[in-house]
C-alpha cells in the first residue's frame, strides 16, 4: 500500500498494496511515528510512551523484509489483498504462513529492542490482541491509520470514520486531539521529507 505518490497518498483513505517502494516505505514510516509522538505526547501516561517515535518508525519493518528477500511473494499477497478477497494480513499469511506484523516483532526481538517496540510492530494491526504495552500498541496502530488516510482538514478525516473504531475507546485520548496532532504531524513530516529526499 506504498506504491502512490504523496499528492495522491493525501486523496485517499486506503491504498493500493501492490509495489513497494523505498522512498513510500520511509515516508510512511515517519508519518506514523510522527502520529504516535504526538499522540503519545497528548495521552495522560505519556511519561511511559516515550518509545512511541521509535516504535511508529520500525512498524512495517517487517515488510521491508519480505519484499527484500521474497519480492515475488510479496507481491502476491500483495495482489490478493488487492483484490478485495482477504485482507493483507491475511493474504501475507496465505502466502507467507505469517504476516509482516509477526515479522517485524519477531527481528524486533531477536535484536533484543524493548519489548512495547516489539508488542507494537507485532500488533499494529491486531491491538486487542496485544496483553502487555497495550497504550503503546494502540497508539502505533491510531498512528498507521492516521498515516494512511488524508487529515488535512477535519472533513477528511470524518470520512475515513476513525472516530467509530473502537480501539479510541480503549485509549485514554479524546478524539478531538487529532485536528491539533495532524497540523503538528503535516507540517513535520514536510520539513523532514524535504530534509532527505528533495
Known sequence: DLHYPLRRQRQMCI?????????????????????????????????QLTSAFISGLL??????????????LARAAALLAKSNQTNEVDAETLIFGF????????????WKIPSSIQNAATFHHQPELSIIDKEETNII????????????????????????????????LPFGV????????????????????S
Open 15 to 47: 491504498r493500493d498494496s501492490s509495489i513497494l517502494e523505498m522512498r513510500e516505505f520511509w515516508a510512511h514510516s515517519l508519518k506514523t511515528a510522527l502520529f504516535a509522538k504526538f499522540l503519545a505526547d497528548h495521552h495522560s501516561k505519556k511519561q
Open 59 to 72: 512498524h512495517d519493518i517487517g515488510r521491508l523484509i519480505m519484499y527484500t528477500k521474497a519480492p515475488d
Open 99 to 110: 504476516n509482516h506484523a509477526e515479522l517485524g516483532g519477531a527481528l524486533l526481538e531477536m
Open 141 to 172: 496502530y491510531l498512528a498507521n491509520k492516521l498515516a494512511h488516510i488524508d487529515t488535512t482538514s477535519v472533513e477528511a478525516i470524518d470520512t475515513c470514520r476513525l472516530s467509530e473504531d473502537k480501539i479510541w475507546e480503549a485509549i485514554d
Open 178 to 197: 487529532i485536528t491539533p496532532v495532524s497540523d503538528k504531524v503535516n507540517e513535520e513530516f514536510d520539513q523532514t521529507y524535504a530534509l532527505f529526499f
